[in-house]
């Protein structure tokens, strides 16, 4: 199989459909506004956003398809002697932020990068993830996450679960915190070494595995009964969401930087937060137990 | 004057000293709390923070004197070569969230480095300013905010004012929102080309006067009756806040680059902030006319 945009493209918009109605279904509120968008540089996106629903606070799931003449060096990692190529993106991205403080934040990504240059070969990849926040921990929630992000890999290989755990672990870090955003899942970039097909099907499987992971744990946390405690505290560790997002994403930094547009980018943004001056848990509360058993990387499948 | 750095430090916690006083006593609560630190790089500070009083929802004070071994580029815009020297870096740096939406938000910063090589003579300079960011506009407001701007430069030259408040409207940009933060007010950084004796005066005169500029409007503001409208108005605008902070600004970024105290660093952020996707005010409102009128580069004194 060469390689085919048109495909990635009809995957991801096919994903973008099935997330949005079965998290719609899981709300049972209005469901999802649409939003299609141009960018001025080249290509546009159609993104849909859920406000205020009665079990998500905020969901915004975005597709876009970039086409730029110099790819910044946010776009890869490892590769910077591509910087300045023109290239093109394509992508679902996703944020999910649910009302009930018990009802854990999740991330999930999906990407292709395309980088040209006239008389030589194109260089793609693939990178992506999904990875999950909670405000209060629950083991049996993070087996279960940790499992279904196993069960996307497996086929791929023994080791890719244990790599791209990892290296979601490394990721997703605040290190001026010293704190992960949360318990973790799956990261991956520039991945080509499997050909196209294989990279594309792999795609396809974090894709599809999301609703898998996800849902059954919004399942049973939205109807949790909480006080004003579980809120309050929810709101404060939504700081720290803010705070990768807008210091460490790729994402974010790639899309800020390519003049992307900033209502989507943003949208993974919680929808209202609190800051407050060097806070600390009270020690042996559930708050306190967050940051000892579940901000540190642990191996949730051993 | 040969570089007297005990000077510029017993100026600066005077300062703060003087700031925090006066603040408190416009609060008319509990005062500011204290938390002195230590950096384990070397050096450390005094942060003082009022949290939840009656007029000031969040008000950081923070003093700092840090010294390093390798300067980060982010700590001066224009002499890159520096980048590697060990320094030290005094300021004070404060940013002031009223509760009530009438009241505008303010920061004011004012710092001193010296970055130093065996062999070589020390390179020092004075960096600072101070800026406004309303959520409801009021000419009289501006107008006596860059008064007092213009009268602390005004003594050391009369292109000087005119230069920091550009600099200003330039630095406290948000390009992806292509929208200015606030009303501006002055920014200079790489300040050595008048001498030291005279570099520190400026800095004493942009100190003294942050008082002399914020106060009169807090006064006069705090106790304007406002409605919920407001107030989710005002949540929403510090939104933008927290974007230029943690996105672009120098100070937070080279804090953060230097292994700073965190809490004190994001200080700066506001207790409680919201993100709304693509919301936009209605035409004719006072929320458009903020846009409209002060959310663009203007001469206010002209």
Known sequence: MSIDIDAVKTYLLGLQDTIC?????????????????????????????????????????????????????????HRPELAGRSFQALGVSLVIHPRNPYAPTSHANVRFFIAEKPGEAPVWWFGGGFDMTPYYGFEEDCVHWHQTAKAACDPFGADVYARYKKWCDEYFYLKHRDEPRGIGGLFYDDLNEWGFAQSFAFMRSVGDHYLQAYRPIVARRKDQVYGERERDFQLYRRGRYVEFNLVYDRGTIFGLQTGGRTESILMSLPPYVKWRYNWQPQPGSPEAELYELYLKPREWLA
Do not use: C, H, M, Y
Not at 33 to 57: A, I, K, N, Q, T
Not at 67 to 75: D, K, N, Q, V
């Open 21 to 77: 109605a079965a998290l719609a279904e899981e709300d049972g509120g209005q469901g999802f506004l649409e939003d299609s968008w141009e960018r001025p540089g080249g290509g546009g996106g159609r993104s849909r956003v859920l406000e205020e629903g009665p079990v998500f606070e905020k969901a915004g799931i975005n597709f876009s398809q970039v086409f730029g003449e110099g790819l910044p060096a946010s776009a890869t990692a």
